[in-house]
């Protein structure tokens, strides 16, 4: 796997050369300053960590002394800031256990809404303003690509807010292609792309690697606003043709989220109207919907498997959202809690998209309580606390399986791995979308899971686990990876995660936050 840092900004170039000038000594000192207030640490909290007078740090910030590479990662580690590592290093955890857990933490918003609206802010002409999208790679890799085409990418100084505005003309030959082809998301290029360019050409889609993943349906939907992608050589290369007026009926031959994105946006900049059926009402897609409105596009059945769009010939509005919260946060936090026996309140979960996990938690023998009800931050998503309480878990009665929603969330499955692990009993896991996603949760059994792989699609795990620490490299698959995370947490002992950047892209500050519900996670470069 890349290094995490292989397309690291600003302080990255500001240190090419380990012989660090004065000039650029202030700009690295403004952003170690920066990182720690962001973390609301002192110098006197930070300096400790670091073994170092306050008053050094005080001049590293100020820039009237300079720092070498292998100080900058240690600064890095001491403020759990993957944004500061020196390019080349590698981040991983150090996880001290057994831990247990106490207090509330908040969801932060979601990895999948964030690149659905970096991706449709290519449709407006105006001022693009998101509120509070989640400082992750996979979200530092869209806006690295959206910078290489020309957008103008601005975070506010405290990074609430980011701005982006498009240029006139997109410029996609400079297209960086090495953070393209490390995200998924960049396949929601082609709903805006094919009404603002009659030829382009995008690398094939990356992100966690979980068995051959179809882009065919959003080629077949597509078509119909005369999109026609040939796929050679690592590229689409699209072509697209004038298309009669008229209204669009869409059946998508699968309920994907990203696809029914992507005819959203391509409805979005079509001044007629079109129908979409078998549409994903997941929450991505709604953020995406919430979106569109803000931009002027009409929709009708958010939330619902048929959308109906009336797009717009052109879309020029200075629009702020914000995405809602992440579920698949809030269901790893769940686990962190159930796995550590802890009692946790986990505040601002989207309940919507929760109910099922917490329907099966509940027959297992989940203790936890629901807070009243109240609005996301875009007025429409429902909101809750969970509050976790220490449980006796029994084996769930039956398998536990995805569907799209409103079912169980295939990104929320992993996590029943790790809860099976704590329960009484066998339960069946029966992953049938993923190739690979359940053979990299066998990693388990490394921290003492029992662990049996039927096939490569239904996963038999016996609980109670007494789990042990270990060494191990994260497998390439986000929500695997946070399950070994969250498990190594009750481990006894040291558990090394290495390699922690498919973590990085999807979860915010993971250990930092965790840290502050008393775990013992340090993070180190190398
Ligand atoms: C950026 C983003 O938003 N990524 C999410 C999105 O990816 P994305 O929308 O890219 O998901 P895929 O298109 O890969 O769909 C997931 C898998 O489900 C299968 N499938 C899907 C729907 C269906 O009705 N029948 C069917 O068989 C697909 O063939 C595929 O193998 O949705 C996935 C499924 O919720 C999530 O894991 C990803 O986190
Ligand atoms: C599979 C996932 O993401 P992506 O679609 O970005 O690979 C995930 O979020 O678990």
């Known amino acids: 796997m890349p290094s995490p840092g292989s397309s690291r900004p600003v302080l990255t170039r500001a240190l090419e050369s380990p012989l660090v000038t004065s000039k650029s000594s202030t700009g690295i000192g403004r952003l170690i300053r920066d990182a720690r207030m962001q973390r609301g640490l002192t110098h006197s909290q930070v300096a400790e960590a670091l073994a170092l007078e306050p008053s050094v740090l005080r001049d590293i910030e100020m820039g009237a002394r300079s720092v070498d590479l292998d100080e900058i990662a240690r600064i890095a580690a001491a403020l759990q800031d993957p944004s500061l590592a020196p390019v080349g290093r590698t981040m991983h955890l150090r996880i001290k256990g057994p831990t247990t857990l106490s207090g509330s933490i908040d969801v932060r918003s979601s990895k999948n809404a964030a690149v659905a609206l970096l991706c449709a802010s290519l449709l407006n002409k105006g001022r693009t303003t998101l509120e509070g999208i989640a400082r992750i790679e996979e979200v530092n890799r ?126 979005a900049l079509y001044p007629g109207t079109t129908v979409i059926r078998n549409a994903s009402p997941n929450y991505m897609v709604q953020d995406l919907c919430f979106f569109l409105e803000a931009l002027g596009v009409t929709l009708e059945g958010i939330g619902s498997t048929t959308l109906t769009v009336t797009g ?84 769930a009665q039956d398998k536990i399986h995805p569907m799209p929603f409103p079912g169980l969330n295939i990104d929320n499955l992993p996590f029943f791995a790790v809860i099976a692990a704590e329960a009484e009993g066998r339960t069946l896991i029966h992953d049938w979308v993923y190739e690979n996603r359940a053979i990299h949760l066998l990693e388990l059994g490394k921290l003492g899971a029992r662990t049996t792989l039927l096939d490569p699609h239904r996963l038999v795990v016996e609980g109670p686990t007494n789990w042990r620490s270990q060494e191990i490299v994260c497998p390439p698959a986000l929500r695997p990876a946070v399950c070994l995370l969250l498990s190594s947490m009750a481990a006894r002992g040291v558990t090394v995660l290495r390699d922690v950047y498919v973590i990085n892209r999807g979860y915010e500050d993971l250990a930092n936050r965790l840290n502050r519900l008393g775990a013992d996670i340090q993070v180190f470069y190398d």
């Not at 498009?166 to 960086?176: F, G, M, Q, V």
């Not at 043709?241 to 409805?267: K, P, Q, S, Y």
């Not at 995405?323 to 269901?331: F, G, L, R, T, V």
């Not at 009800?373 to 220490?390: K, Q, W």
């Open 312 to 395: 717009a010939e052109e879309i020029s509005a200075d629009v702020r959202v914000a995405p809602s919260e992440d579920p698949i946060e809030a269901m790893s936090l769940i686990t962190a809690a159930v796995v550590t026996k802890s009692e946790l309140t986990v505040r601002r979960a989207p309940i919507e998209f929760l109910e099922i996990e917490l329907a099966i938690l509940g027959d297992m023998g989940l203790q936890y309580d629901l807070s009243q009800e109240y609005p996301a931050a875009n007025g429409r998503t429902r909101l809750v606390d969970i509050t976790v309480h220490p449980s006796t878990l029994r084996a």
């Open 142 to 267: 869209i806006l690295e690509v959206l910078e290489s085409i020309g957008v103008q990418v601005t975070w506010s100084a405290d990074k609430s807010e980011l701005e982006l505005i498009r240029p006139e003309t997109l410029d996609l030959a400079s297209l960086d292609v090495e953070a393209a082809r490390r995200t998924r998301s960049v396949i929601m290029f082609l709903g805006p792309l094919l009404h603002l360019l009659p030829e382009f050409r995008l690398p094939y889609a990356g992100g966690c690697d979980l068995g051959t993943r179809t882009v065919t349906p959003h080629l077949q939907a597509l078509q119909f606003f005369g999109l026609n992608v040939k796929a050679t050589d690592g590229w689409y290369n699209a072509a697209v043709r004038e298309t009669d007026g008229g209204v669009r009926h869409i059946t998508l031959t699968e309920r994907g989220d990203t696809v029914t994105e992507n005819v959203l946006m391509a409805a």
